[in-house]
């Protein structure tokens, strides 16, 4: 069984920073493109930044320079390092691997007010 499981959301000022990461299991994340997703009620998910087999990235550009995003392949892990948070930011945030198939995770809550 396929599970990723976000952590590192919660509530902070603007300006501040949080680190999400995402731990999968049941699949080796080499083979993925990983992904972070947000949203927020009444809109569609919106992609935020990527990370490919070859670590190329993609990041949406309203976090371009505040936002990073690594993969670990040895701890199946993902992370995204959110600096700098506006209060924009806040929605719930996802996880996502996809190749052949797709899985998503729980999301976890990020806040940002002040």
């Known amino acids: 069984q396929v599970q990723l499981v976000e952590s590192g959301g919660g509530s902070v000022q603007p300006g501040g920073s949080l680190r999400l990461s995402c731990v999968a299991s049941g699949i080796d994340i080499s083979d993925y493109f990983m992904r972070w997703y947000r949203q927020t009620p009444g809109k569609e998910r919106e992609l935020v930044a990527s990370i490919d087999s070859k670590f190329n990235l993609i990041y949406v550009d309203s976090v371009k320079g505040r936002f990073t995003i690594a993969r670990d392949n040895g701890k199946k892990t993902v992370y995204l390092q959110m600096n700098r948070l506006k209060p924009e930011d806040t929605a719930v945030y996802y996880c996502?691997?996809?190749?052949?198939?797709?899985?998503w995770g729980q999301g976890t809550q990020v806040t940002v007010s002040s």
């Open positions: 996502n691997a996809i190749n052949f198939a797709t899985f």
